[in-house]
């Protein structure tokens, strides 16, 4: 079942796509947004072997609370043996992370289509997301 996360300046929707699930955060990913995201991404990394795609292309805006939410579910999802994709375009994020140390942190990739298909070891074009 897909859920979406509101709240000032900020939104998360999700998709499943193939086997995993795609979330896409769009606005400020601050101080503010962290507590309501958190629990989302909290439900989607319980299970065993999750497999979660974060697509932060619509992001305008993401502090350190904001990669400490994304590092809390990197660390979730490693503890189940599961798989965390990041979806970006552009320098904006990586350059985020690379200032912040996390430069090796994510795998990093342009589009959920890819992400999915790297397990596969191709990109599904018609998949694009």
Do not use: N, Q
Request: charged share 25%; aromatic share 4%; proline share 4%.
């Amino acid at each position: 079942m897909a859920h979406t996360v509101t709240g000032p300046g900020f939104r998360l929707t999700e998709r499943t796509a193939g086997e995993a699930t795609v979330a896409r955060l769009h606005g400020e990913i601050d101080i503010r947004a962290v507590l309501p995201l958190r629990a989302r991404l909290d439900e989607l990394t319980a299970g065993d072997r999750p497999y979660l795609v974060v697509d932060l292309r619509a992001v305008s805006f993401i502090d350190c609370a904001g990669l400490g939410l994304l590092c809390r579910a990197r660390d979730r999802i490693g503890r189940r043996h599961g798989r965390l994709r990041v979806v970006t375009t552009g320098d904006r994020v990586p350059r985020v992370l690379r200032g912040a140390g996390l430069g090796s942190a994510f795998e990093l990739y342009g589009s959920p289509a890819e992400a999915v298909a790297a397990d596969r070891g191709t990109v599904l074009a018609a998949a694009r997301g």
